[in-house]
Each structure stands twice: as structure tokens, then as C-alpha cells.
């Protein structure tokens, strides 16, 4: 009989989680306002707001950050980052940045004008959020299938061909900076981008003159999915994969407290020499000296680290497969989700799950709300609330998809706590019809409001 995989990887360091009691969680999460952010984290038991920033890293990672350069300017450990990038993404020209939304900050500010508009697949929150502080737009044209989650489909997260050059006929190139395409696609569900449409993409848009931008978070995971799912790639490396994904692109932005394996930081990928030059002013004024963007030499060197061990295959096969295992025991038991399952989280569709509950109620926050209630698990809405007001109207915009993501950090939990997330989640379906309402907000920002929002029962 064959072998199972396990993980590979054994456990050096620990940190103690505490149980709590219903009757408190209760209390701290009205203290809230209902809003699982702003809960204490040892409030918490399981933890699965995010995967960002959250990962374990290896004795490697903490071995290169003790030979961290701190040089204000022309640190080695600058050096190995654009090393590691250059081996193992192909970019020459790159910028570091203090997270994720620092390099679109960076990047939008050298591209994206007012009045113009940025198609994409399913843009994460962040990245609209710096389309329309520019009073840009944001257009979805993310395939039809995504927002079906009963349809099993293998890339979810694919640009609908049509869609795009429809844009780029409505709108003159000048009004196009670019196309966003983010790998795997948070906001549909952690749903990978095949390589066939990334290429398209690419072919596409060269014919109507519009540059490619890969919002990269999650960039090796997606590069698993394609491993497994489309054919004629069976057989390559995780690395000869992602060097072939981004061949196709312009540019790219990273979160590298995803698919980095690091706590903070972020960069921007460039292949274009005049790009890097309008990037660096930006990055010199919001971020630091383009040698170090807000990043401490020391987490450069985990990051040159991280990027080759999340694009190993091992890693990736016990990352994913303990995802797969979360979501298969909660599909077993009937509970309605995002399938396929997705590659940093359980998509729990809400919609589904409370079907009589007017979509008002903010159905994925009652249901994160419950989740914590039962079981001390907190994780995150992707709904109504992050969806936001739409900018030009001020009205709530209610998505295709009303989601409770579990996002697994990376290394950091067992298969123990995968079955007390899905016994928690499963006791809030077998009780789900005494659930008679949910919430309305009575506090929010401007924008990006799901952050800092105060809600009360309704
Ligand atoms: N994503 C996430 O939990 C962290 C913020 S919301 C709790 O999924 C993509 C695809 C992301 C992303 C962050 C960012 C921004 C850009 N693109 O958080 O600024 O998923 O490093 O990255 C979060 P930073």
C-alpha cells in the first residue's frame, strides 16, 4: 500500500492558544461591535482571519535573518532579494515594499489616473480600494463560473476573454494603464489562473496595446493548481511553472506575507527599465530608499528564503491538501462552500448557508460572528461589507458571492484543529434555521469600511 504524504516539516518552536467559554465570547465579541477585527487575539483559539503575515518560518528563514544587512543603501540582503526574484519570478527590475498594498500604492501612483479604468479578475479589496482612491475603476471581468460555487471548474479564476476586449473596445488605450490579473483570486474563492489564460491575456492585450499586471499574492499556489489541473504541465517543476506564468506579464505587485512566507513585507516585480525609474520616485517618497521600501534588511533575507520554499512542491502538496481536508470533512457533513476548494482558504458560501436571511443582514458576517460564538475560530467576510459602498452612488454594493473565508495560515496549524474548525462550522449548520437575523452597520470609513465597521443586531 502506498504511503501517505505527511508534512514536510517538524515543529521547533510552540505558542500556547487558550479556550474560552461561550458565555465570554459572547461578551468580547459584542464589545467588538461585532466586528471580528477588532477582537483581542488571544480571544481567539484558531485563528483563520488571514493567512497574510501569520505563516511559521523555517530554521532557514531565521538563520538569514540573523545575517540581515542593515545598510540604509546597497545591503547584501537587498541583493539577494533581487537575486531570488530574478531566479526564480525572471523579473529584472524590482522594488521592495513595506506589504502588499504599499507596492500597489507605489505602482498605481507611477500608472493609474482619474477617469480611467482597470479591468481585472475579481480585484482584491486593497487593489480596488487604490483604483478608486484615484477615482479610477475598477471592471470585473471574471469568468461566469466563479460565482457559481456548486460548479466544479479548475480555474475559477480565469479572465473571461470576452469580457476584456469589450473593455478595450469601449474604452481608447489611454483610458487602460493595465489589466490586473490576480493569482490565485482571493476575492472568487482562492481560485487558481491557468496558464492557457494567462497567455491569452497577454496576447490580448498586446494586440490593443494595454501593459499586464499579475497581482501576486498567492502566485505558487496558483502555480501548484496548474501542476495538477491542466494538462501538459504534469510534469514540470513548481519553478519552470511560475518562470512560465510571469513570462506573460509586465509587471507585478506582492504581498510577500502569502506565498513569501514572511511576516511583513511586499514588492513590485518590473521588466521595463522607464517603469522602474516613475516606480522609484513613489516608492522614495512613501516607502524609503529603493534598496530597502520599507522593509528591514533582515526580512528581505527571509523573503529571499521564503520564495524558494513556497515554490517547492512539498510544501505546497501540505499546505494544499490540508485545506482540501478542512473543506472535504465540512462538503461531507453538507455544508455549503466554494468548490473546488481554494488554495489558502474554505470559501463557505453564506448565501447557501442562511437562505432566509435578506442579503441586508451581511449574511457572511453573521455567519462569522456565529462561528466564533461556537467555537473561539475566527474568520473573515468577504461579502457586502468588503464589497463596500459603490463610489459614485454611496449605495451598498451586494457581490455575486457572499462568503466566510477560513484562511489556513501557513504551517502553523494541525490536522487537530482542522477538525475542531469543522466540527464548530458543522454545529452552526445543524442549527442554522434558529438563526433569525443578522446585522446592520452603525459606523463606517470611507473606504475600505470592513476593516474598522461597528455593527449592531438586528
Ligand atoms: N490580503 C487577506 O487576508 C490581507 C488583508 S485583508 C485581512 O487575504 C491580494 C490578492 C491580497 C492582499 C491581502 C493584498 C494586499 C493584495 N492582493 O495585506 O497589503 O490577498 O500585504 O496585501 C489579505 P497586504
Known sequence: MELPYSEPYKIKMVEPIYPSTREERVKWITAAKFNLFNL????????????????????RQWAAIMMGDESYAGASSY???KEAIKNIIGFDYFLPT?????????????????????PGNSHFDTTKGHIEFRKAHAIDCTIDEAFNTTLEHPFKGNVDLNKLEKVYKEYPKEKIPFVIITITCNS??????????????????????????????????????????????????????VKEMFSYADAMTMSSKKDGIVNI????????????????????????????????GRDMNALAVGLDEATEFVYLQSRIEQIAYLGKKLKDA???????????????????????????????????????IEAGVRGVEIGAILADRDPDTRENRFPDLELL?????????????????????????????????????????????HFTVELEKI
Open 405 to 449: 473565508r477560513l484562511a489556513i495560515p501557513r504551517r502553523v496549524y494541525t490536522y487537530k484543529h482542522m477538525d475542531v474548525v469543522a466540527q464548530g462550522l458543522i454545529n452552526v449548520f445543524e442549527r442554522r434555521n434558529e438563526i433569525l437575523s443578522g446585522y446592520r452597520i452603525v459606523k463606517e470609513a470611507p473606504l475600505m469600511r
Open 40 to 59: 483581542k487575539s488571544n480571544q481567539v483559539l484558531i485563528d483563520l482571519l488571514t493567512d497574510s503575515g501569520t505563516g511559521a518560518m523555517s530554521d
Open 265 to 296: 513585507g511586499g514588492f513590485i516585480g518590473m521588466r521595463d527599465e522607464e517603469l522602474f525609474k516613475q516606480a522609484s520616485f513613489y516608492n522614495i517618497i512613501f516607502e524609503g530608499y529603493i534598496t530597502y521600501g520599507g522593509m528591514a
Open 98 to 118: 513595506h506589504q502588499g498594498r504599499a507596492a500597489e500604492n507605489v505602482l498605481f501612483s507611477a500608472m493609474v489616473k482619474e477617469g480611467q479604468v482597470v
Open 79 to 81: 541583493y539577494n532579494l
Open 334 to 372: 453538507g455544508v455549503p462552500l466554494q468548490q473546488p476548494f481554494g488554495g489558502h482558504a474554505i470559501f463557505v458560501d453564506a448565501k447557501r448557508f442562511l437562505p432566509n436571511l435578506p442579503k441586508e443582514h451581511f449574511l457572511a458576517q453573521t455567519l462569522a460572528v456565529e462561528l466564533y
Open 188 to 241: 472568487s474563492g482562492g481560485q487558481p489562473v491557468s496558464i492557457e489564460n494567462m497567455k491569452a491575456v497577454s496576447e490580448l492585450s498586446k494586440k490593443y496595446g494595454i501593459k499586464v499586471i499579475y497581482d501576486s499574492a498567492r502566485f505558487a499556489e496558483n502555480a501548484y493548481f496548474i501542476k495538477l489541473r491542466e494538462k501538459g504541465y504534469e510534469n514540470k517543476t513548481i519553478k519552470e511553472i
